[in-house]
């Protein structure tokens, strides 16, 4: 609660200066939500070890956003005020297993409090534009991280394209039994474009769809556990369709891609420019090879791929 009000749990301020709590941005949520056959495979099929397979996924994300993205002002002796990395945040992650329609949905909301301390360990209000900029990337960064570790248990993936995945073995039909979210905001969404086109109107463009997704959200509510899982495995019985046998083999070693991916994503990245930043490369490796390995040996492989920071950006040896 302190944190959340601006200060440390001793009644230290957490910003340079005093802050007005009517207009206070207390904290920001990042949430990272599993593909729903994991969902079900973690909390259906009661398989634990992929819930720890999106806790550390959801973990290595926060790594990067803290060690890349913490940031706040500072003012220059010019006058002029400028972002400096801090590589701090304080936060806190509450695991969830619903959707709002109660169907099974294994997500984390990741609350970052808005501070970060400086090395001269004073507190300010963290800047978070860079974190908003790269949400995709570190949407992906969670998404390869949980493919990679669920592969090593044993279950094989199937990319969707844009770094997402299902488990395989998991039909469509079984993931539309418990997809009562989207096919409501498709529904609503059909009905509006509906409307527009009889009206001559122009088709929907992000920002209204966001807004679909919005309208048709339920209010949140607690169900028993028992009754959920009750209430899912009867779903199941009653439309008749199987479920995968959950993997019971060993942990797997892996022959990591990192050093193809690397150089796929830095080639593409330095196609049309000699500068560029470094998160155009590392998103490309991770949509084309989503799972093939795990974000830190990416990291390494990139140097060897003849990345260079050139300042806030990279270039490659080639280009120089």
């Known amino acids: 609660q302190p944190l959340l009000h601006g200060h440390t749990p001793d009644g230290k301020s957490l910003h340079s200066r005093k802050i007005d709590p009517a207009k206070h941005r ?65 936060a806190a992650t509450f695991r969830h297993e619903t959707s709002r329609e109660q169907d099974p949905q294994l997500h984390t909301h990741c609350v970052i409090i808005n501070a970060t301390q400086l090395e001269t360990g004073k507190w300010q209000s963290m800047a978070n534009e860079d974190v908003l900029n790269n949400q995709k990337l570190l949407g992906e960064i969670y998404q390869n991280e949980l493919a990679v570790q669920l592969r090593q248990i044993g279950y094989e993936i199937d990319p969707q394209g844009n770094g997402l995945f299902e488990c395989k073995g998991y039909d469509q039909d079984l993931l539309n039994l418990f997809s009562t979210r989207s096919q409501q905001i498709e529904k609503y969404i059909e009905r509006w474009e509906a409307a527009l086109k009889e009206q001559g109107g122009k088709p929907l463009h992000a920002s209204q769809k966001d807004q679909a997704t919005l309208a048709t959200r339920l209010r949140k509510k607690t169900v028993p556990r028992e009754v959920l899982l009750d209430g899912w495995e009867k779903s199941i019985n009653t439309s008749e369709i199987c479920l995968p046998a959950i993997p019971q083999t060993g942990p797997i070693k892996l022959q990591s891609q990192a050093t193809t991916s690397a150089t796929e994503g830095v080639s593409h ?9 470094r ?39 080639e280009a120089i």
């Not at 330095?270 to 560029?276: D, G, I, L």
């Not at 390995?293 to 050139?310: K, T």
């Open 269 to 277: 990245a330095a196609e049309r420019e000699s500068v560029f930043k």
């Open 26 to 90: 207390a904290a920001t949520d990042y949430t990272f939500s599993a593909p729903k056959s994991v969902s079900i495979a973690a909390l259906i099929q009661k398989d634990s070890r992929v819930i720890q397979a999106h806790d550390q996924a959801v973990t290595t994300a926060l790594e990067v956003l803290e060690s890349r993205y913490a940031q706040t002002r500072i003012r220059r002796g010019s006058g002029l005020r400028e972002r400096v990395q801090t590589g701090n945040i304080i």
């Open 279 to 317: 998160e155009k490369a590392e998103r490309f490796a991770l949509e084309h090879h989503l799972g093939e390995q795990s974000f830190a040996e990416l990291q390494s492989a990139m140097s060897d791929a003849g990345l260079i920071a050139a300042k806030s950006r990279y270039t490659t040896e």
